[in-house]
């Protein structure tokens, strides 16, 4: 008698401990369905977080690599993009357009051109252009700053590999707009003499927005006087 009271003594023990345990278990998995798993990251990483985007360095990083080469690659002739635009804009559009959310499309061309008037009446300055083969008349114009219009966003879509997805928010992708505007007022525009360009050839890479087709504005990414 007393061991089948031992017996079932212990039974009701060992019974007790497993439903512990499994009590215990279940707790556990309730507890850490709720917790985030951490990340680990080097110092170097940790470093780049805390700093967070800073726009200067991402477009220092594309500009001369991945930047120049869709600006070459990507550049149609103005004489011929003008001829696509206009005998067929969407297909043109189709062929080389590109731009971000809903916005007019943007271009990237390239030409040689004559530079007719230069004006800095109003901050955003411009210089008119009859791009080759010369006629005498304006063809387009193009930017010179101090400051370059805020909606024109050409040099940021018109290459195509810049998304809105690859940014945290609104504000960081345009942040690289204003970048790269500030970057063409101070290393490509900022290397040429305005005050002596006036009847001088160019030649040019650039873009522009195909926002009205009889007021052409390009922003240069690349800009170099040819002759005097």
Same mark, same amino acid.
């Given at each position: 008698?007393?061991?089948?009271?031992?017996?079932?003594?212990?039974?009701?023990?060992?019974?007790?401990?497993?439903?512990?345990?499994?009590?215990?278990?279940?707790?556990?998995?309730?507890?850490?369905?709720?917790?985030?798993?951490?990340?680990?990251?080097?110092?170097?990483?940790?470093?780049?977080?805390?700093?967070?985007?800073?726009?200067?360095?991402?477009?220092?990083?594309?500009? =001369?690599? *991945?930047?120049? @080469?869709?600006?070459?690659?990507?550049? /149609?002739?103005?004489?011929? %993009?003008? #001829?696509?635009?206009?005998?067929?804009?969407?297909?043109?559009?189709?062929?080389?357009?590109?731009?971000?959310?809903?916005?007019?499309?943007?271009?990237?061309?390239?030409?040689?051109?004559?530079?007719?008037?230069?004006?800095?009446?109003?901050?955003?300055?411009?210089?008119?252009?009859?791009?080759?083969?010369?006629?005498?008349?304006?063809?387009?114009?193009?930017?010179?700053?101090?400051?370059?219009?805020?909606?024109?966003?050409?040099?940021?879509?018109?290459?195509?590999?810049?998304?809105?997805?690859?940014?945290?928010?609104?504000? =960081?992708? *345009?942040?690289? @707009?204003?970048?790269?505007?500030?970057? /063409?007022?101070?290393?490509? %525009?900022? #290397?040429?003499?305005?005050?002596?360009?006036?009847?001088?050839?160019?030649?040019?890479?650039?873009?522009?927005?195909?926002?009205?087709?009889?007021?052409?504005?390009?922003?240069?990414?690349?800009?170099?006087?040819?002759?005097?």
């Amino acid at each position: 008698m007393p061991r089948l009271f031992f017996a079932r003594h212990r039974n009701k023990k060992t019974d007790m401990n497993i439903y512990s345990g499994t009590a215990l278990f279940l707790m556990l998995l309730i507890t850490t369905a709720g917790c985030n798993i951490a990340t680990v990251r080097s110092l170097e990483e940790d470093e780049e977080a805390k700093k967070g985007f800073v726009v200067t360095e991402y477009v220092d990083q594309i500009w =001369e690599g *991945a930047y120049r @080469s869709a600006i070459t690659e990507r550049a /149609v002739a103005f004489e011929a %993009l003008m #001829a696509l635009i206009d005998a067929d804009e969407n297909a043109a559009i189709a062929a080389h357009g590109s731009r971000s959310g809903s916005g007019a499309f943007s271009f990237v061309t390239q030409g040689e051109a004559r530079v007719l008037e230069v004006n800095t009446e109003s901050r955003i300055g411009f210089m008119t252009l009859d791009v080759a083969p010369y006629d005498g008349n304006a063809d387009a114009s193009m930017a010179i700053g101090p400051v370059i219009r805020g909606r024109d966003t050409s040099l940021r879509d018109a290459v195509g590999f810049i998304n809105f997805n690859d940014f945290t928010n609104q504000t =960081e992708f *345009a942040q690289v @707009s204003d970048a790269m505007k500030t970057r /063409v007022l101070e290393t490509v %525009l900022g #290397a040429i003499d305005l005050e002596t360009i006036q009847g001088q050839t160019i030649r040019f890479y650039g873009t522009f927005m195909l926002s009205d087709r009889n007021n052409l504005e390009i922003v240069p990414v690349t800009l170099e006087v040819i002759d005097s």
